[in-house]
DNA sequence: TTGACAAGTGACCTGCCGTTCACTATAATA
DNA sequence: TATTATAGTGAACGGCAGGTCACTTGTCAA
């Protein structure tokens, strides 16, 4: 095994913080998933806490260089059928992808007895799709594709009930099919109440 | 010491779990919190998984006892200020009330390990409210409340982002004002978005 | 070829974990 | 008063947790 040994202790721990949480998770079991055994890990971490440490770093640059900048903002869609199409791609990606699962999961166990790990879940579950959805609606305005409103109102009224469907898949991910129709029927509702033009 | 004692084991385990999770929570800190020794909490549960079971119990049977029944839904608003003020009267209640508090937040750390927190957290976070408010919103659009739709929609992307919210108080305490702010500022919106009479 | 270094090992440490048990104190019951 | 059940105690347990350390191995540069 060779240098890459850090790498692969991030993703095992990750991916055990995310299912047992920090204190159900220990040394001897990540590091033997990896076919170490568990001073290895000390070679590359101090200790767990900087496991941990390391894990949070990472979620917090990724959080910021996906997310951070306006120039990431996705691109306003151009009709209505867009923005549902859009919007079913984001919800695929955000339930499927198993990276983003894990860090919402871990930031889920974590999120009460660490700080930075409460700030990046606020961010996650809340702000962060509202400021999208924020964009996208002001610029939806501008192009008559939606009433004129408090763009602001919209995006948290759009982006909490998604959230709280996504939360649902991590929760009891044999709902995943149930929930992504859910949030289509939801999306075309929102359409219906909150657009100019009634087609389709 | 009476015979309370094993009341007070679960109420303090209730705390403890909260805060810490099952995981890091221990019998030493829950008993000594009682003026204990650990050894004494074992007259009362058999383990430290039989509090924890017990203590599941407990609140499942709270919650179908509290919103299982019919008899128990809300009445339905006359007004839309009536129909804001449940809503803010509600949103106070479960924010403020430590039990409820507590309760929400063991089972946002434990649903990934528990199958009964897993349902439970479900009906806590999502389908519990979104019933309670698909019979308001049915009551409401007999009444002319509301616009003619499906009241279970409405009433999804009603509780949801409340529910988002309530979310936001449980992990950053410092802005339940603000959060109780946008709470009745979305309701508001709401119903200017739903409502049939536009009245203040 | 040698030396230095990075990566991995296994034995060991300390400390805390949940749990057990023989015991005591108390208070109600017979 | 004697008996019994209940609640609480403190010492001890085995086990496993995170962490340290002397050591081996492999790689690569000097």
């Not at 721990?13 to 001073?39: C, D, H, P, W």
Request: proline letters at 4%.
């Amino acid at each position: 095994m060779a240098k890459d040994t850090k790498e692969r202790i991030l993703a095992t721990a990750l991916e055990m913080f995310s299912q047992n949480g920090y204190a159900g998770t220990n040394i001897r079991e990540l590091t033997a998933a990896l076919g170490l055994v568990k001073s290895s890990m000390y070679k590359h971490f101090a200790s767990k806490e900087d496991i941990w440490n390391a894990l949070l770093d990472r979620m917090i640059a990724y959080y910021g260089e996906r997310f951070g900048s306006p120039e990431r903002l996705p691109p306003v869609p151009d009709s209505p059928e867009a923005f549902i199409a859009m919007t079913m791609r984001m919800a695929n990606l955000t339930i499927h992808d198993a990276q983003i699962v894990m860090t919402r999961k871990v930031l889920t166990l974590e999120q009460f007895r660490d700080d930075r790990a409460r700030a990046l879940a606020t961010k996650h579950f809340l702000t962060g799709l509202t400021e999208m959805f924020t964009h996208i609606f002001a610029g939806m305005m501008e192009k008559g594709l939606l009433r004129r409103d408090d763009p602001a109102m919209l995006a948290f009224a759009y982006a909490t009930p998604i959230s709280a469907l996504i939360h649902l898949c991590d929760r009891e991910p044999e709902k995943t099919d149930e929930a992504l129709r859910q949030i289509e029927a939801f999306s075309r509702h929102f359409i219906r109440v909150y657009g100019t033009t009634e087609n389709a």
